[in-house]
Every structure is written in structure tokens, then in C-alpha cells.
């Protein structure tokens, strides 16, 4: 994920350093010209960056190939519009804090020339008031995406506006593009890259996103479990091009706030059976509703599948040795895994499988016989009566050629990488879904 960030940053810095900075050397007398000249940077900056989120946004199918799954889009997602943020703050203290402190007499004020005004400039002055209100509401709803205390309809209803806002940045950034500008690439480029991040916002604002990849579907059974998990089995009505184990999908259960949430995928696709099982974890306001909101026979609209959690490595899935790790809701993936499996089981077992949970529940339903049947050995653990998962006993599981799968916790999963890495397992052999979307 950092390669993409670094590019992102230098190329426009390497276009600038190259047609603005040798002119900018000649040229600056003081603090006032560079000042000036870092606001227009920051700026420029802040629209590629803003505008690579707003591509990132729309789900393009072959950026999520090239990235390893949407979860990872999205992660680079929320980073790109962190850095967003920041941006936008230094362009707004650059143009605002010095100004101010000249007004206060804490440093020289710009030693500028006071002939007679000209004709005010109608566009001009639009996009400076457009590029001031947009920057304060950007910096405002950056911070709110980020809390995740805020419920997620709130969430999705500023992410929404993002679009808004961010057609009002390109529009203040090209216009006020200093004119010599436009002799150079950096300029055509700026405008090149904001035209694409204002067709992707356009394309969020008239709620496009995933349109082609949407399918009515028909609930046929809901069964609530221990620990407030409701399992939901679902029957798409036509055109569901079938999903791989460890993909997931967004559901919408037709409540126009909360709109579409993501729930991993708990069965694997058999086409003469035409349903797929949700696993769905009381984990906020809108799913701890659902059991109340629900009923066999109800409608709703699935959009996927998506993700590259797919159990495929250098070797081929079926004949490679791997290790699965899973904590609570996170074993819907391998659920998904297990009935791939269990249709064709390997010769002999292949694949350990570690699945952590506090205290024994109901949920999944005769998970033993299904590892049996799928060639699998379970390694069941309840925290609260065994303890924490020692990673050494996951290491005592590797073979040559392992791979490791895990879906649980966040904080967890990069300690459990970082640990396994350390005593020899190759990065590219730990896969971890990142199914955090805000």
C-alpha cells in the first residue's frame, strides 16, 4: 500500500520540481514568494490525492484486481483520504497563518505593490469563496468519517457528500492555476486528473456505484444463534455470476439510510442449490435491529461478489499445505472454504485450522465433522477457559511451502503477521482480509 502513496505524492512533486522550481530559484525574493508558491503545491497536491479517492471510490474492477481485493482498495482508500485531509489543512494554514500573523505585526508583512484595482473577477472571486467553504466542510467530514463512534448511516451520508465537495476543490484549484501554468504538463495533468475524479464523483452523487454488479435476492430462512448472530439464507433471483470462497459481498436490506453494508460470504456457490448463507454478528446499531427488521420471504439486494481472500497461492490451493487462524465472526470465510472442500477432499490433510472464540456457542453447526469431511484438522480454542492463541503453536503447524489465512481482529492479525514473519514465514505468505471499511 505505500508504493501507491509514494507515487501519488511524487509525481506531481517531480513535475513541479522539474517546470516550477527552476524559475521559483531565479525569481522568489523572500519569505512572501515562497509562501506563495508552497499554497499553490499544497494544493496541487491535495487535488491529485483527493481525486485518486474519488476514483478509488467507485469500485473500478480492475484497480481491485490490481490491489488484491476491495478491502485493500478501501484501505488505501481511507489512507489516500487521510493524507487528503492533511493536505488540505497545510494548503488553508500556508494561505491563513501568515497572513494573520502579519496582521498581528509578528513578522514582516509582503511588500507588495498598491496600484488601482481592476474590474472585480466574477470566477476568480467565486472560486476563492468556493475553495474556502469546500476546504472547512472537507476537513470537517474527514474527521467525521473517521470517528467511529458515529453511526454508520451518518457515515454513508458523508461520504456521499464528499463528491460535492470535492467538485467545488477542482473547481477553486484550476481556476486559480497560475496562468503560466497551463505552458507546462503539471497544469494538464492537474486537469486531467481532476476531470477523472469529478466523473467518479458524479458517478457517487447519482448512486452508480456497483450498479452493474446489483441482484435481487429473496430471504428463505433467518435463524438467530448464541451471541447474538443471526444467520440469513438468501436465494438471488437471477443473474448471480456465483462467488469463491472467502469473497464477500454488500447487502441491502432496503433501509434507505443505512443503505449497503458488507458481510462476508458463509457457503461456498453450488448453482443447483441457487442460495448463499450470511453469518451477520450484532456488532452496531443497524445489526443488532436486524432479527426485528427481518423475515423469511422478504427481498433484498446483493451487490458482488468482491474480495481476494481466496485461498490461492503460488501453489495450488488443493495440493499446497496451509494454516488457518479465524476469530469469531471471522470463521465465515473458511465456512465458505470448507464446503469447496468438502466436495472433492485432498488425499490426505493438508490444512490446520485454528478457530478462537470466548466461551462455546451454537454457531457453526457441527463444525468438527465438516473439517473432517473437508480434510481439515480443527484446532478449537475458547480463550476464556484455554487462553490466548500462542503463535508458537501455529508455528509448530508450518511446512515448507505453508501459507497462513486469517480473519479475526484487526490489531490481532498484524501481531500475529508480524510475529510469524519474524521467525521466518515469507510476507507474501500471510494473508489477512482487512474488513475494516471506515
Not at 31 to 36: G, I, L, S
Not at 300 to 321: V, W
Not at 347 to 355: G, H, I, L, R
Request: with cysteine; net charge positive; proline share 6%.
Amino acid at each position: 500500500m505505500k508504493r501507491p502513496l509514494l507515487l501519488l505524492a511524487l509525481l506531481p512533486l517531480g513535475l513541479w520540481a522539474f517546470f516550477v522550481f527552476p524559475d521559483l530559484l531565479s525569481t522568489a525574493q523572500g519569505f512572501w514568494d515562497w509562501r506563495r508558491a508552497l499554497i499553490i503545491l499544497s494544493g496541487i497536491l491535495a487535488l491529485w490525492w483527493m481525486s485518486a479517492g474519488m476514483l478509488l471510490a467507485t469500485r473500478p474492477v480492475w484497480l481491485e484486481q490490481r490491489f488484491g481485493g476491495l478491502d485493500k482498495l478501501y484501505r488505501l482508500h481511507k489512507d489516500i483520504g487521510i493524507g487528503a485531509g492533511i493536505l488540505v489543512f497545510t494548503h488553508w494554514m500556508m494561505e491563513w497563518l501568515p497572513k494573520n500573523l502579519a496582521k498581528l505585526g509578528w513578522i514582516e508583512r509582503a511588500n507588495r505593490p498598491r496600484g488601482p484595482r481592476g474590474e472585480p473577477d466574477l470566477w476568480m472571486d467565486l472560486a476563492k469563496d468556493v475553495g474556502e467553504w469546500a476546504g472547512y466542510i472537507l476537513l470537517a467530514l474527514v474527521v467525521i468519517a473517521l470517528v467511529k463512534r458515529i453511526p454508520y448511516r451518518w457515515f454513508r451520508l458523508v461520504h456521499k457528500a464528499f463528491g460535492l465537495i470535492f467538485i467545488g476543490g477542482a473547481f477553486h484549484g484550476l481556476m486559480l492555476m497560475p496562468k503560466h501554468f497551463w505552458n507546462q504538463p503539471l497544469a494538464w495533468l492537474t486537469a486531467a486528473v481532476a476531470a477523472a475524479g469529478i466523473i467518479a464523483a458524479l458517478f457517487s452523487l447519482s448512486n452508480r456505484i456497483g450498479r452493474q454488479r446489483q441482484y435481487p435476492a429473496r430471504i428463505e430462512t433467518i435463524r438467530r444463534h448464541d451471541g447474538d448472530l443471526l444467520e440469513i439464507v438468501c436465494r438471488p433471483q437471477s443473474g448471480w455470476p456465483g462467488h469463491k470462497a472467502g469473497q464477500f459481498l454488500f447487502a441491502n436490506f432496503g433501509q434507505t439510510a443505512e443503505g449497503a453494508h458488507p458481510f462476508t460470504i458463509a457457503s461456498a456457490w453450488q448453482p443447483q442449490h441457487g442460495t448463499l448463507t450470511l453469518a451477520i454478528k450484532a456488532l452496531g446499531d443497524f445489526t443488532a435491529k436486524l432479527p426485528e427488521l427481518l423475515q423469511a420471504g422478504q427481498t433484498l439486494t446483493l451487490e458482488g461478489p468482491y474480495g481476494k481472500f481466496d485461498f490461492l497461492g503460488k501453489i495450488a490451493a488443493h495440493e499446497a499445505p496451509q494454516v488457518w487462524i479465524a476469530g469469531g465472526i471471522g470463521v465465515t470465510p473458511f465456512l465458505a472454504r470448507l464446503d469447496e472442500r468438502s466436495t472433492n477432499p485432498p488425499a490426505q490433510a493438508n490444512t490446520d485450522f485454528f478457530y478462537c472464540t470466548a466461551k462455546d456457542a451454537d454457531y457453526p453447526d457441527q463444525l468438527e465433522a465438516r473439517c473432517r469431511q473437508a480434510g481439515v484438522r480443527l484446532h478449537r480454542r475458547l480463550t476464556d477457559r484455554d487462553g490466548k492463541l500462542d503463535p508458537a503453536e501455529i508455528q509448530a503447524c508450518l511446512k515448507p511451502g505453508s501459507s497462513v489465512w486469517f480473519s479475526g481482529p484487526v490489531a490481532w492479525g498484524v501481531s500475529l503477521a508480524d510475529k510469524l514473519i519474524s521467525q521466518g514465514l515469507p510476507k507474501t505468505a500471510f494473508h489477512r482480509e482487512v474488513f475494516e471499511f471506515r
